[in-house]
């Protein structure tokens, strides 16, 4: 079992920035990836980033790569979101998810195909 944290969430006025983390316990698997997927009221899952554990390599949805940054730090097991220039279509809840690291990919994309999810942090983006 993971056992996935979020925080960081918070209401900020557009043009603002956030750092959301995500800390990551339990059973430890070097060989999967780490990805922020959100949710935005009355909408689907959207995902937004993923890294993998093993050598940071990073994949972006397209319409956030210019203001979101995922980083990971192996040692303390934590993966952060960046998140700049917020506007307020980023409202959402925003979760963390784990999956085992893949080599296509644009598989990271699907939000069903993440085995552990955290309970999420909500990212509120005044105008």
């Known amino acids: 079992q993971v056992q996935l944290v979020e925080s960081g969430g918070g209401l900020v006025q557009a043009g603002g920035s956030l750092r959301l983390s995500c800390a990551a316990s339990g059973r430890t698997i070097s060989n999967w990836a780490m990805g922020w997927i959100r949710q935005a009221p009355g909408k689907d899952r959207e995902f937004v980033a993923a890294?993998?554990?093993?050598?940071?390599?990073?994949y972006y949805a397209d319409t956030v790569k210019d203001r979101f940054t995922i980083s990971r730090d192996n040692a303390k097991n934590t993966v952060y979101l960046q998140i700049n220039s917020l506007k307020p279509e980023d409202t959402a809840v925003y979760y963390c998810?784990?999956?085992?690291?893949?080599?296509?990919?644009?598989?990271?994309?699907?939000?069903?195909?993440?085995?552990?999810w955290g309970q999420g942090t909500q990212v509120t983006v005044s105008s």
């Open positions: 890294i993998t554990w093993s050598n940071g390599g990073t």
């Open positions: 998810a784990s999956r085992p690291q893949v080599a296509i990919l644009y598989r990271y994309r699907t939000p069903d195909a993440y085995e552990y």
